[in-house]
């Protein structure tokens, strides 16, 4: 993703074709843009706070506590939600108390 988002987001819009072999990082402290994984694991831990602090009965929280059966085809399996949540927290280096802590500032 992040090499889609470099050719074809950040050096279109500044004119700076691949061959003038400018470093990535340059470009991106060129636009002010951060990574768009980052982009992304924010607002998968912005949504992850606001399941966490919506009610027991709401949609979301019985859709995350929700074990469906059967058997997961074969493969290497795709990660899961919460799965992808809990790497995404150990990679910023949080808690998920920290999303209970949060006041619901935007």
Do not use: C, F
């Not at 019985?62 to 085809?73: H, Y």
């Amino acid at each position: 993703m992040d090499a889609m988002e470099m050719k074809m987001l950040l050096r279109w819009m500044l004119g700076i074709p691949r061959l003038d072999h400018l470093m990535n990082v340059y470009i991106r402290k060129r636009m002010g843009a951060a990574p768009i994984t980052d982009n992304i694991r924010e607002a998968r831990l912005w949504w992850y706070g606001h399941v966490i602090q919506s009610n027991e009965n709401s949609m979301a929280r019985t859709v995350m506590r929700l074990s469906p059966e059967g058997r997961r085809p074969r493969g290497r399996p795709k990660m899961r939600w919460l799965a992808r949540i809990k790497a995404d927290l150990k990679a910023v280096n949080a808690t998920p108390e920290d999303a209970l802590e949060s006041s619901g500032e935007d």
